[in-house]
Every structure is written in structure tokens, then in C-alpha cells.
């Protein structure tokens, strides 16, 4: 067989498309679809057009939105997937993750989505949804995306998960699509709460743990509680997940929380001796907004302004940004367009040309791939700017401004 090397034959493939493309723009135009690409489209469609069906309270400062699709089926997801929630603000176009808390089993024939949100006084998003979304506000998404699921390949089939707050809502999906199959994994579920009121789904989680009693199990401990009401007290620390689960090592642990939380497990999880690093899993959490709680985070660059030159092929802007916050919320809040997902430097979305300018990314949040690094690509919702500098974005629609 004769060998062709890398640019000849990359030659010819570009001539057999071009010839291809050709012939289908000369055809009658009575071309069947191909019905894989069909599936593969209705399956994992660019975009998501929901409406809230159902607003629930879960405690004072929770809510929980159903969403229903407003143009067909909802696409399949694994539990513990995640929606990318478009918003416009004001000027500002920007994007949320949230991890759907309902199981996949009830999106079937026409069903649901469902996420569940806190709001958060200082926030930007939270409180816009909170005083916007209401049954039959039009919803924009894109996914569900993320690989925070079970993989019988990879993981034990005896999960550890790990919750604090919110980060509830992947589990919750998790036990409930689990009771469906006999052979899904098992699931001990460790759950860390401000107080009682904090606890999320009670009647649910109570629920699946007492009809399936030798697959799920919950334990709860508490920042606050009375020294008498017979309730654990204290933080997820290595004895107490011992107590729970007895030996870790044989198992898998799936962690969801705030970023606070992660900070401490990583160093409980460190007095497991011969716990490997592949056995944890941390959902995604977006990028931390106190730069002083990063560690190598150059102490002389915290709190500075500085001026981005920011183009794509439409155009550029001279944008304010702070040495406090990715510099994709400085982008956003210009008005410029920029698509994003996971917002912690994993996907690659937002991915850009760093031109120039001096930026800091979290070694362990740093989503690269080897490659990008070495060309001076960038994640712009996972990059600090800690200088002036210039960034080319990718493609996209001119800014709303």
C-alpha cells in the first residue's frame, strides 16, 4: 500500500470535499436526510427552547423551576447533567449552569426539566431569575452538558456522595433514576447543612431511603443545631465520613457544594491514605470571586483595574476589567457576546487567543488542553487578568451595544 504523507493527503481530502459539496449543490434538491444525523440532531439539538411550567418554593431563600420544551422533546442526560441557562440582563448577555435535580426518566414523552436555585443577595443572576421567571416565562438553555454521572467503566459501583446545600440536587436526581434499575449502583449520601432548615427534598430523600434501605443511605451533619437535639454538629470531616462508610478506598466519591467545602475535603481527603485522586469527582462550581482565598494567586495584582483590548471579526472593544474576577464577566459585562457553558474552564467554549497581557489561571481548574497551552489559548470564564493585555475571541455576533 503506498503511504501518503500528512499535506498531500490532506490535500486530497480537501479536494474530495469540495467535490462532494459540488455534486449535492448541483443535485434536484429531492435529497434524502440522513436519519442518524436526523436522531443525532433531535437527540442533541444547538439549542434549548423551554417554558417554566411550575415555580416551587423549597425554603426561604430555594426555589425549584420546572421546564417544559416549547418545540418539541427534551433531550436525553444522565443524572447529574447540567443546563446552561442563557440570560439577557440589562446590556449584559450571560449564562448560568445549573445541574438538573430531576431524573431523566421524567423527561420522557414530553416531560421536565427541573432546576433548583438559590438566591443569593449579592448576586447577579439568582435575584434577576427570582423577580423575573414565573409559569409561562420563556426560557433559553443549551445542554445538558457535563460528565459529573456515573460510569460503570470508570467508577465503583459504590457511590460516596458528598452534598453541602444546594449541591444536593445532582444526588437527588441520581437516587431517583437509581431506584429504576436493580442494577444501578449503590449510594450513601453524606449531607452537610447550614441548619434543619437548609435541608433540601426531605421527604423525597426519607422516601427513597426507607423503600430501598440496603442501596441508599443519608447521613446528616449540621453547622448549626442545639447541643440537645441529638443531630450531628460539625463540618464533613475524614472521621466522620469513616463512621458513614467504614473503608474508603473501594469506593467512588462524588462531591457538590461550594467551593469553601472542596477546600476542605481535599485536605480531609488527604488522611486516606492510598485514596487515589481518580476516586473523587467535584461538580463544577464556576471560578471564585475572592482571589485572596486563591492559593499562588500573586498577592501585589489583587484588587487593580486594568484595560482589555478585546476583538473578534466584527470588531474591538477597549473594556474596564478587575484583577478580581474572570475576565469573561468583565466581556459580558461590556455587552459583548461571548458563548459560555460550564463557566470553570472545563468545556471550552469560550476558549480565546490570549495576544497579549500577563493572566492568572488556577492550576487545578485549568481545562487546557496541552496544545492550547502551548499556542496561548485561553478559557476566559477560568482567567484572571493581572495586566493590560489583548484577547481575540471567537466568531460570533457583533456586541448588542
Given at each position: 500500500m503506498k503511504k501518503v504523507g500528512l499535506i498531500p493527503g490532506l490535500f486530497a481530502f480537501l479536494r474530495m470535499l469540495k467535490a462532494r459539496n459540488e455534486k449535492k449543490a448541483a443535485a434536484d434538491g429531492?435529497?434524502?436526510?440522513?436519519?442518524?444525523?436526523?436522531?443525532?440532531?433531535?437527540?442533541?439539538?444547538?439549542?434549548?427552547?423551554?417554558?417554566?411550567?411550575?415555580?416551587?418554593?423549597?425554603?426561604?431563600?430555594v426555589k425549584t423551576y420546572r421546564l417544559a420544551s416549547r418545540n418539541g422533546a427534551l433531550p436525553l442526560f444522565k443524572p447529574g447533567q447540567y443546563l446552561s441557562i442563557k440570560l439577557n440582563i440589562g446590556q449584559t448577555s450571560t449564562?448560568?449552569?445549573?445541574?438538573?435535580?430531576?431524573?431523566?426518566?421524567?423527561?420522557?414523552?414530553?416531560?421536565?426539566?427541573?432546576i433548583t436555585i438559590r438566591h443569593k443577595k449579592d448576586g447577579f443572576v439568582s435575584p434577576h431569575i427570582f423577580s423575573s421567571w414565573e409559569e409561562g416565562t420563556e426560557v433559553d438553555a443549551t445542554g445538558p452538558h457535563g460528565d459529573f454521572f456515573y460510569q460503570p467503566l470508570r467508577d465503583n459501583p459504590?457511590?460516596?456522595?458528598?452534598?453541602?446545600?444546594t449541591g444536593i440536587t445532582p444526588f437527588v436526581s441520581m437516587l431517583k433514576q437509581f431506584a429504576c434499575d436493580a442494577n444501578a449502583p449503590s449510594l450513601t449520601?453524606?449531607?452537610?447543612?447550614?441548619?434543619?432548615?437548609?435541608?433540601?427534598?426531605?421527604?423525597?430523600?426519607?422516601?427513597?431511603?426507607s423503600d430501598y434501605p440496603?442501596?441508599?443511605?443519608?447521613?446528616?451533619?449540621?453547622?448549626?443545631c442545639e447541643?440537645?437535639?441529638?443531630?450531628?454538629?460539625?463540618?464533613?470531616?475524614?472521621?466522620?465520613?469513616?463512621?458513614?462508610?467504614?473503608?474508603?478506598?473501594?469506593?467512588?466519591?462524588?462531591?457538590?457544594?461550594?467551593?469553601?467545602?472542596?477546600?476542605?475535603?481535599?485536605?480531609?481527603?488527604a488522611r486516606f491514605p492510598g485514596l487515589?485522586?481518580?476516586?473523587?469527582?467535584?461538580?463544577?462550581?464556576?471560578?471564585?470571586?475572592?482571589?485572596?482565598?486563591?492559593?499562588?494567586?500573586?498577592?501585589?495584582?489583587?484588587?487593580?483595574?486594568?484595560?482589555?483590548?478585546?476583538?473578534?471579526?466584527?470588531?474591538?472593544?477597549?473594556?474596564?476589567?478587575?484583577?478580581d474576577e474572570p475576565i469573561l464577566v468583565a466581556i459580558?459585562?461590556?455587552?459583548?457576546?461571548?458563548?459560555?457553558?460550564?463557566?470553570?474552564?472545563?468545556?471550552?467554549?469560550?476558549?480565546?487567543?490570549?495576544?497579549?497581557?500577563?493572566v492568572f489561571i488556577i492550576p487545578d481548574k485549568d481545562g487546557r488542553r496541552a496544545a492550547d497551552k502551548a499556542l496561548g489559548y485561553i478559557h476566559p470564564c477560568s482567567t484572571y487578568p493581572l495586566s493590560d493585555g489583548e484577547i481575540l475571541i471567537p466568531p460570533g455576533r457583533p456586541a448588542q451595544t
Amino acid at each position: 500500500m503506498k503511504k501518503v504523507g500528512l499535506i498531500p493527503g490532506l490535500f486530497a481530502f480537501l479536494r474530495m470535499l469540495k467535490a462532494r459539496n459540488e455534486k449535492k449543490a448541483a443535485a434536484d434538491g429531492n435529497t434524502r436526510e440522513d436519519p442518524i444525523t436526523a436522531l443525532a440532531k433531535a437527540m442533541h439539538p444547538d439549542a434549548l427552547h423551554l417554558i417554566v411550567t411550575q415555580v416551587r418554593e423549597e425554603n426561604a431563600t430555594v426555589k425549584t423551576y420546572r421546564l417544559a420544551s416549547r418545540n418539541g422533546a427534551l433531550p436525553l442526560f444522565k443524572p447529574g447533567q447540567y443546563l446552561s441557562i442563557k440570560l439577557n440582563i440589562g446590556q449584559t448577555s450571560t449564562a448560568r449552569a445549573y445541574t438538573i435535580s430531576s431524573a431523566p426518566y421524567e423527561a420522557d414523552d414530553n416531560g421536565y426539566y427541573e432546576i433548583t436555585i438559590r438566591h443569593k443577595k449579592d448576586g447577579f443572576v439568582s435575584p434577576h431569575i427570582f423577580s423575573s421567571w414565573e409559569e409561562g416565562t420563556e426560557v433559553d438553555a443549551t445542554g445538558p452538558h457535563g460528565d459529573f454521572f456515573y460510569q460503570p467503566l470508570r467508577d465503583n459501583p459504590n457511590i460516596i456522595a458528598i452534598a453541602g446545600g444546594t449541591g444536593i440536587t445532582p444526588f437527588v436526581s441520581m437516587l431517583k433514576q437509581f431506584a429504576c434499575d436493580a442494577n444501578a449502583p449503590s449510594l450513601t449520601l453524606i449531607y452537610g447543612c447550614c441548619d434543619t432548615d437548609d435541608i433540601l427534598f426531605e421527604d423525597k430523600l426519607k422516601e427513597l431511603c426507607s423503600d430501598y434501605p440496603e442501596r441508599f443511605r443519608r447521613f446528616n451533619t449540621f453547622e448549626k443545631c442545639e447541643s440537645d437535639s441529638g443531630l450531628r454538629k460539625g463540618f464533613i470531616t475524614a472521621e466522620f465520613i469513616r463512621e458513614c462508610i467504614g473503608e474508603p478506598l473501594e469506593k467512588s466519591f462524588f462531591i457538590c457544594g461550594p467551593e469553601i467545602m472542596y477546600e476542605f475535603l481535599a485536605k480531609e481527603f488527604a488522611r486516606f491514605p492510598g485514596l487515589e485522586y481518580k476516586q473523587t469527582r467535584y461538580e463544577l462550581g464556576g471560578m471564585p470571586l475572592n482571589t485572596g482565598r486563591i492559593a499562588g494567586f500573586p498577592k501585589d495584582a489583587m484588587k487593580k483595574n486594568v484595560m482589555l483590548h478585546i476583538r473578534n471579526e466584527f470588531t474591538d472593544w477597549h473594556i474596564p476589567a478587575s484583577t478580581d474576577e474572570p475576565i469573561l464577566v468583565a466581556i459580558e459585562r461590556a455587552g459583548i457576546i461571548l458563548d459560555s457553558r460550564c463557566r470553570s474552564g472545563e468545556c471550552g467554549i469560550c476558549r480565546s487567543k490570549l495576544i497579549s497581557g500577563d493572566v492568572f489561571i488556577i492550576p487545578d481548574k485549568d481545562g487546557r488542553r496541552a496544545a492550547d497551552k502551548a499556542l496561548g489559548y485561553i478559557h476566559p470564564c477560568s482567567t484572571y487578568p493581572l495586566s493590560d493585555g489583548e484577547i481575540l475571541i471567537p466568531p460570533g455576533r457583533p456586541a448588542q451595544t
